[in-house]
């Protein structure tokens, strides 16, 4: 049982465009939703976190869209640089858990 | 600081083998976890540990145990290594009792087993 999907699994994007990654869940007792970002070889590293009382959070060029009613978020990458290249990971829980339940990934290249 | 590390890198096992996977944190932090990465999986907890004390199963918690020997130290152990345990496992610390959730991986350990 997935409880948090993640699309899509790949992503390619040109230097300089708009990277979308889309998060659904199913648990309405969710209530924070970070971004991870991991680099090969690393460990992730949060990149950017919600919780459902905004619809919309920008941090530089990092941007999470928040539907609570549809049970969806996004992550938007404005301007994407070759150094975005790396895998992102939605991730939910209900507050003060800390069980994250991660999505399955994706896997962005930004070309040159 | 060096946030958290885990030992080893890398291991290789064959089945049926045992090994402790170690982590540790020097931020203080109250709540720490272990996760497996598998391709196509995302992350998904294995144990958590929410205060010195305290553990807790994750959603894949079968072939696993661990031990909170301390706030700054948690490790995992695999009894009986079998092939579906190979993986790649990370560590995480964070202080949920804090304003932000944040959770801070490790290195993480690659492990195969044979």
């Known amino acids: 049982q997935q409880q948090v999907k993640q699309s899509p699994q790949s992503l390619i994007v040109q230097k300089g465009g708009i990277s979308i990654i889309n998060c659904a869940y199913e648990?309405?007792?969710?209530?924070?939703f970070p971004w991870y970002q991991q680099f090969p070889g690393k460990g992730p590293a949060l990149l950017i976190a919600?919780?459902?009382?905004?619809s919309e959070k920008k941090e530089g060029r990092f941007t999470i869209s928040f539907n609570k009613s549809a049970k969806q978020f996004s992550l938007h990458i404005m301007d994407s640089q070759p150094g975005d290249s790396a895998t992102y990971f939605c991730?939910?829980?209900?507050?003060?858990?800390?069980?994250?339940?991660f999505g399955q990934g994706t896997t962005l290249q930004v070309k040159p | 600081n060096a946030g958290v590390t885990q030992t080893p890198k890398f291991q290789v096992l064959k089945t049926g083998q045992s090994m402790t996977l170690q982590c540790a944190q020097d931020?203080?932090?109250?709540?720490m976890y272990w996760y497996r990465q598998d391709p196509g999986m995302g992350l998904r907890l294995i144990y958590y540990?929410?205060?010195?004390?305290?553990?807790d199963k994750g959603e894949v918690p079968n072939g696993y145990n661990v031990s909170r020997l301390n706030k700054r130290e948690f490790s995992l152990r695999l009894e009986s290594a079998a092939p579906s345990q190979t993986s790649v496992y990370f560590c995480?610390?964070?202080?949920?009792?804090?304003?932000?959730?944040?959770?801070?991986f490790g290195p993480g350990t690659r492990l195969l087993v044979l």
């Open positions: 991730a939910a829980t209900p507050s003060n858990t800390g069980k994250l339940i």
């Open positions: 919600i919780r459902p009382d905004v």
């Open positions: 648990n309405t007792a969710f209530d924070y």
């Open positions: 931020m203080n932090h109250n709540s």
């Open positions: 995480a610390s964070s202080d949920i009792a804090g304003i932000t959730q944040t959770q801070y």
């Open positions: 540990s929410a205060s010195e004390g305290t553990t």
